[in-house]
């Protein structure tokens, strides 16, 4: 008797993803993880590591979450470092 294996084609889906963050130099940068969700359960996620004391300057993080298939979903979202003495954007 033969059985068809059947591949997952459905991704994952991101259930939350942190918006943009703001910060001042010498800050520390702290979100919420990102949830992920998929019809049969995460294989594994990746996510970048911040040092604590970010120079000014922009910072992408990428996180990403594969099924056991290889499907996969990302949560995308910047941390933005600012100088002291720049307090414009409050």
Not at 39 to 52: C, F, H, K, Q, Y
């Amino acid at each position: 008797m033969l059985f068809d294996i059947l591949a997952d084609t459905q991704p994952p889906i991101a259930k939350s993803c942190p918006g943009d963050v703001d910060i001042f130099e010498g800050e520390t940068p702290s979100w919420s993880a990102p949830e992920f969700e998929d019809n049969v359960g995460i294989a594994r996620e990746t996510s970048p590591t911040l040092d604590e004391n970010l120079p000014v300057g922009n910072y992408i993080q990428h996180h990403i979450a594969y099924d056991y298939d290889g499907n996969f979903a990302d949560c995308k979202f910047l941390v933005s470092v600012h100088s002291q003495g720049n307090q414009r954007w409050v």
